[in-house]
């Protein structure tokens, strides 16, 4: 065992004031039996030295000495709860604060769990984009940039429905997966950032883009079928 930690330990705060707080009772307890003798020695009569007088002079002091340890001892006592209490609500603050401390620690920074859940949104919609690009009609691509997967039902959809979309590396891999399931790939730069950015996953393009997609639907009934940049 350290010999400096022990002392530190010894000297702690909370063992420094029950020391002190135990001294201030040994001294006022003490001070208050050397006021009793010095007031029974000073108001006791020198010719009531007797048995008889004696026993009747110390009856009302003792009363009054035993009420005055009693005020003591209560002041003493109502002290003792006051410490108790406060520091029971300090270790009630603290043990809530321990709960909250352990709870941010098993399950993680806010900011770090937000983060998560967006890498697990955007793993979501990128497994959702790679399934919706092989049963696209055609993938428009900027031509490295942006990558929209578009597929038209007309007994269930009013327009085409935007099935994949990604940017950067992922639009490269759709790119791959359209050319691997043999769905056509046109490049259409413009056409390609506005739906990227004006039109969420899995939802039908507006009626701005109805012209521009419908030319691609038309140019892709007078070429053969299969995959290849239009």
Not at 170 to 188: C, M, N, W
Request: with cysteine; proline share 4%.
């Amino acid at each position: 065992m350290n010999p400096v930690e022990g002392i530190k330990r010894f000297l702690s705060p909370l063992i420094l004031f029950e020391f002190i707080r135990t001294l201030v009772k040994v001294v006022a307890f003490s001070l208050a039996m050397i006021f009793i003798v010095l007031r029974i020695f000073r108001e006791l009569p020198a010719h009531q030295f007797d048995a008889m007088g004696l026993l009747s002079s110390l009856s009302p002091m003792s009363w009054a000495s035993v009420r005055i340890l009693i005020l003591i001892a209560a002041a003493f006592a109502l002290f003792d709860v006051f410490i108790v209490k406060r520091r029971f609500s300090k270790q009630m603050m603290m043990s809530r604060r321990e709960v909250r401390e352990e709870a941010r620690n098993r399950e993680g920074d806010p900011r770090i769990r937000q983060r998560r859940r967006q890498l697990q949104r955007e793993m979501l919609r990128r497994a959702s984009s790679m399934r919706g690009v092989r049963e696209a009609d055609v993938l428009v691509v900027n031509p490295v940039h942006f990558a929209i997967a578009l597929r038209f039902d007309r007994g269930t959809m009013i327009a085409p429905q935007v099935t994949a979309k990604g940017a950067g590396e992922f639009a490269l891999r759709l790119k791959s997966i359209a050319f691997t399931y043999g769905v056509p790939i046109v490049e259409d730069r413009v056409l390609a950032r506005k739906l990227f950015f004006q039109i969420k996953l899995k939802e039908c393009i507006g009626e701005t883009f109805y012209k521009s997609v419908g030319k691609i639907y038309v140019n892709l009934r007078h070429k053969p079928s299969g995959g290849g940049a239009a």
